[in-house]
């Protein structure tokens, strides 16, 4: 039932897609981690239905867009994992608070007092957790000491409760994210203050969520899908990936090149420490050697795929996340049809 779909196009199986949903639902059950899947790869909120379905407390955006279609939907439970500042985007929070079970999460004094002097007259308080860098080093207070501090900041502020910890964790070393967590919340209850939160992340590091043994829930995101570079890190295997790329050869100008309708406006720059950008299905040994815009460049020099121009061939991502925000609608493939559905979320960057 793909036939008729015009390429280039996200396609996804969803078939794949509920199994890896209910996979790991089943590991996080299994092991009493209660379960916040991340949107930001799927974007949908029919795929953010099925996660809370299948038994997820809620779910994770990024942005206040996103979490802005999510409540739209229905979805009444949603973590933002971003610092939130500027007084526009403040309101907007003011306004989502009404509509869902809303926390945030901060890591410095600045965005604690946007979030104060903003909910300091509202219904009710918004609950914030601290943002701690577990070894990332990406966003997140540095210690156990500035996590106090930061977390008295928020404890004593009009309008906010606090909700606990947070973190964005190195993929690998759980043992360090338990022991730097469990300092951290055993220094903020020392003094008094509440902590009853304790929120860990990653795909990559979803079969082993367990070790983290202080968090209180696990969030992740690219498991809906899968991809490549979860195929090269040993996570998955091809059969588990649902989202593909379907393109069609436009030019095969000699034996060893030929050219398909999915360039960077598609398939993304993203290369996450690989080579090529992206797996084909078909012909796993061919590559995908550069892109420019609207043109795939593919290397057969050392396959014995020989493609003809207008055949069509499916790729998984390097990425898929940044995939999912490239289109505004993707293909929803079940047994006996296939539906056009737009992402709701797409391009919700603020």
């Known amino acids: 039932m793909t036939n ?39 974007k949908l909120p029919c795929m ?27 979805i009444e439970d949603i973590l933002i994992t971003y610092n939130i500042l500027g007084q526009h985007k403040l309101d907007r929070l003011v306004r989502l608070s009404t509509k869902c079970r809303l926390s945030v999460v901060a890591d ?12 300091a007259k509202a219904e009710r308080p918004l609950e914030v957790l601290i943002e701690c860098d577990t ?24 309008g906010l409760s606090l909700g606990g910890l947070m973190t964005y964790p190195p993929m690998g070393d759980q043992a360090l994210v ?38 209180t829930e696990h969030r992740s995101g690219t498991y809906i899908y899968n991809d490549r570079s979860l195929i090269e890190a040993g996570l998955c295997r091809i059969e588990d990936c649902a989202l593909s790329v379907k393109a069609t050869i436009v030019s095969k100008p000699t034996k060893d090149r030929a050219v398909i309708d999915a360039g960077s406006k598609m398939l993304t720059s993203d290369l996450l420490g690989m080579e090529g950008f992206g797996l084909i299905k078909e012909a796993p040994d061919a590559k995908i050697t550069s892109l420019s815009e609207e043109h795939g460049i593919l290397d057969l020099s050392n396959t014995n795929w020989s493609p003809k121009v207008g055949d069509q061939i499916h790729i998984i991502p390097n990425h898929v996340c940044v995939v999912s925000n490239m289109v505004d609608y993707v293909y929803l493939v079940e047994p006996d049809k296939t539906i056009k559905a737009p992402v709701l979320a797409r391009g919700l960057v603020t």
Do not use: Y
């Open 4 to 42: 008729d779909i015009s390429t280039p196009a996200v396609v996804i199986d969803m078939m794949i897609a509920q199994r890896n949903i209910e996979k790991l639902q089943a590991h996080c059950d299994q092991h009493n981690i209660p379960l916040r899947p991340h949107i930001k790869t799927h």
């Open 48 to 74: 953010a239905k099925r996660q809370i379905q299948a038994g997820a407390i809620g779910i994770t955006c990024q942005k206040i867009g996103e979490a802005e279609v999510m409540a739209q939907a229905g």
């Open 108 to 119: 410095n004094a600045h965005v604690v007092d946007g979030l104060a002097k903003t909910f």
């Open 135 to 158: 070894g990332a080093k990406r966003c997140g207070v540095q210690s156990a000491e500035e996590a106090l501090v930061l977390g008295r900041l928020i404890h004593n502020a009009s």
């Open 178 to 215: 338990n022991n730097w967590l469990e300092k951290a919340r055993n220094l903020l209850i020392s003094k008094g203050l509440p902590c009853p939160k304790i929120s860990n992340g990653g795909t990559p590091n979803m079969s082993r969520a367990q070790d983290v043994t202080i968090a």
